[in-house]
């Protein structure tokens, strides 16, 4: 699916730049979550240059502040999707996800709710 937005009667027109941003922030939603998931399974490995039983370890914040601002990330996401109705919610990830869309709607309904999802996304991320 071509990445656009449409011009015209289009109440949630984006930047192109915030827009493509936003688009592919949502596209990294998946990794995103692995990620965390892997910062948080993973050991805290040995201080760097810390002596030990001084507390902790530089690698464990930075871990803590990484997985803080991955989880920011998803959040924002998922607030913008708590936006749109339920039943439309599988089908805006798949088609902003570039997946086939169900056809339990139509393709123009969940464009259109797309774009009201990257507009919450834009507007979660503080972008507008």
């Known amino acids: ?3 656009y937005q449409p011009k015209k009667k289009n ?3 984006l930047p192109h730049n ?3 941003q936003c688009l592919y922030a949502v596209r990294d939603y998946d990794r995103l979550k692995e990620e965390m998931r892997d910062i948080l399974h993973s050991s805290p ?15 464990t914040v930075n871990k803590a502040i990484r ?4 989880q920011q990330r998803c959040d924002a996401i998922e607030q913008a999707l708590a936006a749109i109705p ?17 056809m339990d709607a ?7 709710w797309r774009r009201r999802f990257l ?10």
């Open 1 to 3: 699916m071509r990445n």
């Open 11 to 13: 109440p949630y027109q």
């Open 18 to 20: 915030v827009y493509m």
């Open 45 to 59: 490995g040995a201080p760097d240059g810390m002596p030990r039983g001084s507390g902790i370890s530089d690698s």
């Open 67 to 70: 997985r803080e601002a991955l």
């Open 86 to 102: 339920a039943e439309y919610r599988k089908g805006v990830m798949a088609i902003t996800m570039d997946e086939t869309c169900p």
């Open 106 to 112: 139509s393709p123009e309904t969940y464009r259109r």
């Open 119 to 128: 507009y919450e996304v834009a507007q979660q991320k503080c972008m507008l």
